[in-house]
Structures are given as structure tokens and as C-alpha cells.
């Protein structure tokens, strides 16, 4: 991490983000077998990005490889990111429709993402261990939520992981494409899709299905803002 990428997390409390984490032996021994292959790569635990009191958090499941792992901000430099920002960018919570470095000037607006496991799994696939390790940073960041909070999940795990971070039963709280749960806290949960490669390719995740969870997602933060 350069000294610049340091000044710029120094303000995040270690409990939420932690540069040096090296909880999970076999991300920590992957991340320094990639750095060796890519020296330009960040190859550390991916920081949220965003505003830190934000209407609307979206929770991702991991960097990928050549993206986020590669930029150091969440969704950039891989193709999950283009329908994301474009869509952000679209409804108003993103300065522009495209992220494409950590110097490119992208303000989230009332908006900031997040993944549940900070760190890039082999085969982006993390283990269930690695996932409950990693969900006490989760866990910290949300327990620092507004009231009337939207809570974005992008995929299943990150579903369940956001679930455990709010000490949530999974049996109340269904997985389902374009499911909403409102919290005991007055915030609320949206699921979607991944907007990963493979669902937009396949088309199990269109542009319009994501706009319509999008849409909901505004509502609500439209109405927490009065």
C-alpha cells in the first residue's frame, strides 16, 4: 500500500478495516503470492469505499483478482463494477458512471460499498471459516448504521454474511432477487443478484432487474432523507 493509500484509510477504525490483517492463513499466503506475481497489484485487505455515514451500504462478496485486489476500491477494474457504478451513477449516488481507479476522481454520493471478506480468495471462492472470520469487520462497520439505513446485498453469501453481522436468524430473512426485509432497526435489507460476469452473461441478472431493486433502494433512502 502506498503512503498516500495509508493517509487515506488511517481514518477507518482498525475494527473496521485492518491494512495489515493476516487472520486467515491461506488468503494471507495467497495475497503474497500474488503480490509477488503482480508488484503493482494492492494485494491487501480491500478498504470500504464511501461515505461513512451513508443512506445506502452495499455489501459484495470479495475482490476479484484484477479488480478490486488489483485498484484497491471495491468493484473497480473488473467487469461486476461496470453494471454497479453505471447503475449508482444512474440514481444518483455516484459522481460518474464509470470506476476505473482509485485517482479518477468517483465521489459515492450518500452511498458506500463494502464486501463481506476483505480479502481476494483463491478462485474467488473464500471459505465458510474465512467468511465468519472476516464478519467480525462486517459487523463492526454496520453496527456504526444510521436508523432507516438501506442495506444492499449483492448475492447469496453476502446475504447471509450481513445476516450474522446483525445477529440476524437466516429463517426469518430469505435470500431472494429483489426480497426486502425490514430490520428491527428501522433499517432495511434489499437483495439482489451478483452483478458478477457470469449472472450478466447468462442474463439471471439483467440491467432491469437491477435498476428495479435500485428504484426500491431509492425510495427508501429518498424517504429516510425527510
Known amino acids: 500500500m502506498t503512503q498516500a493509500s495509508r493517509r487515506d484509510t488511517a481514518a477507518i477504525p482498525a475494527k473496521i478495516y485492518d491494512a495489515d490483517c493476516r487472520r486467515c492463513p491461506r488468503l494471507a499466503h495467497f495475497l503474497d503470492d500474488v503480490r509477488d506475481a503482480h508488484p503493482g497489484y494492492f494485494c491487501l485487505p480491500v478498504p470500504p469505499f464511501g461515505a461513512a455515514r451513508a443512506g445506502l451500504v452495499i455489501v459484495g462478496l470479495a475482490p476479484g483478482m484484477h479488480g478490486a485486489n488489483a485498484s484497491g476500491r471495491p468493484f473497480t477494474g473488473d467487469h461486476a463494477g461496470i453494471l454497479l457504478y453505471a447503475t449508482l451513477h444512474k440514481f444518483g449516488f455516484a459522481s460518474q458512471?464509470?470506476?476505473?481507479?482509485?485517482?479518477?476522481?468517483?465521489?459515492?454520493?450518500?452511498?458506500?460499498?463494502?464486501?463481506?471478506?476483505?480479502?481476494?480468495?483463491?478462485?474467488?471462492?473464500?471459505?465458510?471459516?474465512?467468511?465468519?472470520?472476516?464478519?467480525?469487520?462486517?459487523?463492526?462497520?454496520?453496527?456504526?448504521?444510521?436508523?432507516?439505513?438501506?442495506?444492499?446485498?449483492?448475492?447469496?453469501?453476502?446475504?447471509?454474511?450481513?445476516?450474522?453481522?446483525?445477529?440476524?436468524?437466516?429463517?426469518?430473512?430469505?435470500?431472494?432477487?429483489?426480497?426486502?426485509?425490514?430490520?428491527?432497526?428501522?433499517?432495511?435489507?434489499?437483495?439482489?443478484?451478483?452483478?458478477?460476469?457470469?449472472?450478466?452473461?447468462?442474463?439471471?441478472?439483467?440491467?432491469?432487474?437491477?435498476?428495479?431493486?435500485?428504484?426500491?433502494?431509492?425510495?427508501?433512502?429518498?424517504?429516510?432523507?425527510?
Do not use: W
Not at 444510521?146 to 446475504?159: F, K, Y
Open 97 to 226: 458512471p464509470r470506476s476505473t481507479g482509485v485517482d479518477d476522481g468517483m465521489r459515492l454520493i450518500d452511498a458506500r460499498i463494502t464486501n463481506a471478506v476483505k480479502c481476494l480468495p483463491p478462485g474467488n471462492k473464500p471459505l465458510p471459516a474465512e467468511i465468519k472470520v472476516c464478519n467480525a469487520y462486517l459487523a463492526a462497520e454496520l453496527a456504526t448504521l444510521s436508523p432507516g439505513t438501506a442495506i444492499l446485498v449483492l448475492g447469496r453469501i453476502a446475504h447471509e454474511a450481513t445476516l450474522r453481522a446483525l445477529g440476524l436468524p437466516g429463517r426469518d430473512h430469505p435470500f431472494a432477487h429483489g426480497a426486502e426485509h425490514a430490520l428491527a432497526s428501522g433499517a432495511r435489507l434489499f437483495d439482489s443478484y451478483h452483478c458478477s460476469r457470469y449472472n450478466t452473461n447468462t442474463r439471471r441478472l439483467t440491467t432491469a432487474m437491477f435498476e428495479q431493486v435500485f428504484a426500491a433502494v431509492s425510495r427508501f433512502v429518498a424517504l429516510r432523507s425527510r
